[in-house]
């Protein structure tokens, strides 16, 4: 019990993506690096330009099925890493496809357990009549069909800003030696 207590939490993690895979969405703009933001720090998501002299240091654009949340946090997350100073909302759309899954017809084996009840001589000789348990597969034929599934996707486009005038990392000369 105590084992299923501790792996049922890694089985959940298992089937979610990691914020740090969306960071192949994030295109910087040529120019200055700046240093990232803590990963707790506020980013405001703007909806137009803001009133405050600015500067676009990189775009984030994807379309995804894991959710307006998810894509929401890896906004941020690309932002902060970044060192945006905002975001800028160009794009956000939402779409329902339709997914059809052909499955091929097959045969499947169905488990079916059973009782039966034998007699047997017991330690002290006497006979007794005891149920026995065992399983069976009963072969099923499974016709051909079309699984048709709604997904929601959702897709986002941004971009990055920082103020003008703010400080860009400093970052070294590298040596070609």
Not at 98 to 117: D, K, L, R, S, V
Not at 140 to 168: L, N, S, Y
Request: charged fraction near 15%; include cysteine.
């Amino acid at each position: 019990m105590r084992l299923l207590a501790l792996l049922l939490p890694l089985l959940l993690l298992c089937g979610c993506a990691r914020l740090s895979d969306t960071e192949i969405y994030y295109t910087p703009v040529a120019g200055p690096v700046y240093p990232p933001l803590d990963k707790k720090a506020p980013v405001p998501v703007l909806s137009e330009p803001p009133s405050w002299p600015h500067r676009v240091i990189g775009r984030f654009a994807t379309v995804s099925d894991q959710g307006y949340p998810f894509l929401y946090r890896a906004l941020l997350y690309n932002a902060r890493r970044a060192g945006a100073d905002a975001v800028i909302l160009r794009k956000l759309a939402f779409d329902t496809r339709q997914n059809f899954n052909y499955i091929p017809a097959h045969w499947e084996n169905i488990p079916q357990t059973n009782i039966f009840y034998q007699t047997v001589q017991n330690s002290q000789g006497q006979w007794v009549t005891v149920p026995q348990v065992y399983t069976t597969f009963v072969p099923v034929f499974r016709p051909e069909q079309t699984v048709v599934t709604d997904v929601q996707w959702t897709e986002i486009a941004a971009e990055m800003i920082v103020r003008k005038g703010k400080a860009p990392l400093a970052i070294a000369p590298v040596d070609s030696r």
